[in-house]
């Protein structure tokens, strides 16, 4: 089993930034990617991007290119979604998840609310 918490979520205005954090503990030796994703009120929940836990690689979708990031701390076991030039269509929960070689994101968090006002 892993466990994850997020936390770092807020209200910002619009082009302000943000970094939430989530932190694994448990079973983190069977991670290989972590995610980020979110979900809108209303809206399904849609993937933000990921790393690899050993190798730091990381992937995004296009609406997020160049405005947020995801590093790792493996020490810590803490993974971060910087977000910059923040939107009000950004606003949504955010939650981290984690899966295995084999498996789908089948590891999730309790979700961090994003709040960005006009």
């Known amino acids: 089993q892993v466990q994850l918490v997020e936390s770092g979520g807020g209200l910002v205005q619009a082009g302000g930034s943000l970094r939430l954090s989530c932190a694994a503990s448990?079973?983190?030796?069977?991670?290989?990617?972590m995610g980020w994703f979110r979900q809108a009120p209303g809206k399904e929940r849609e993937f933000v991007g990921r790393?690899?836990?050993?190798?730091?690689?990381?992937a995004y979708v296009d609406f997020v290119k160049g405005r947020f990031t995801i590093s790792r701390d493996n020490v810590k076991n803490t993974v971060y979604l910087q977000m910059n030039s923040l939107k009000p269509e950004d606003t949504a929960v955010y939650y981290c998840?984690?899966?295995?070689?084999?498996?789908?994101?089948?590891?999730w968090g309790q979700g961090t609310q994003v709040t960005v006002s006009s």
């Open positions: 998840a984690a899966r295995s070689i084999d498996t789908e994101y089948n590891y």
């Open positions: 790393i690899n836990w050993s190798s730091g690689s990381t």
């Open positions: 448990g079973r983190t030796f069977s991670i290989f990617n």
